[in-house]
């Protein structure tokens, strides 16, 4: 499950909840980034993203790369906190990490906070991500990791 949320001007929160139901998670992948490049441009806006498994993650048939997961996060250009749970933490923050330093700042630009749902595996996700932190903070764009607490 995607699940975007903003706030509008005059401060009520919208939410918009995307679900693809199907176990290849390349597939999910793919047909969200489709979807969220081509049928939502108001995506572009969105300051707010929560992505989170559905029920049953660890059935997913998973043979993603990076790839897939840059494509759809790049249209989130305006993206200032990235909430992300599980198995789907451990995809996206890989993914973040294999970043060339050029392109650090391209995926997820306005990026100021990434929240961990508080996994026993924080720490590894946390050490994961440090090239990126590290890479965003000498470009100006700080980054911080941190526990969610929903």
Known sequence: MLDFKTEAVDHLR??????????????????????????FPLISALEGLKITEYKHPLSWKDD?????????????????????????ARHVCGALRELSRERVTEVLPSLRNVFVDGSRSFEKIEEAMRPFVAARQLSGHPVAIDHWRR
């Open 14 to 39: 919208r939410r918009l909840v995307i679900e693809i139901n199907c176990t290849e998670l390349d597939m999910q992948l793919s047909s969200l980034a489709q979807l969220c490049s081509s049928s």
């Open 64 to 88: 993603t790369d990076d790839t897939r997961w840059m494509e759809l996060l790049n249209p989130f250009t305006a993206v200032k906190d990235l909430y992300l749970t599980g198995e789907i």
